[in-house]
């Protein structure tokens, strides 16, 4: 299997829409985080080889699927269409073993402590 270029994470402009979000699949094999109206989970692209027959010939021939999943590992059930015009793609992001990070990354200051005594 070829490898695919992998995106520059830090040159990507987020969310992006649709489009962009089927490019980076196909180009890069990148897994994509959907994020709106609470619905949360990641898609990727995977290609299967199976046996069918084209012109009465048995032959290999390469499918190519979209899967998306939950958080817990199960297919989404549901999805509201139209939210699929919007920018609400971004590339998931995975930990070191391969896990998907879905907590969101907090740049925002630690709250400072309160003296108790000064209450």
Known sequence: MASKPLLNIDKVKEPFNLGKALQYMEENGEFIRFQHNGQDFYMYQSTE????????????????????????????????????????????????????????????????????VSL
């Open 49 to 116: 080889t199976r046996p069918v027959f084209v012109n009465g010939k048995r032959q290999l021939v390469e499918l190519s699927h979209v899967r998306a999943f939950y958080r817990y590992h199960t297919p989404i059930t549901t999805l509201d269409l139209t939210s699929l015009f919007e920018e609400v793609f971004t590339i998931m992001r995975f930990d070191e073993h391969g896990e998907p990070i879905w907590e969101e990354e907090d740049d925002s200051p630690a709250p400072e402590e309160i003296d108790s």
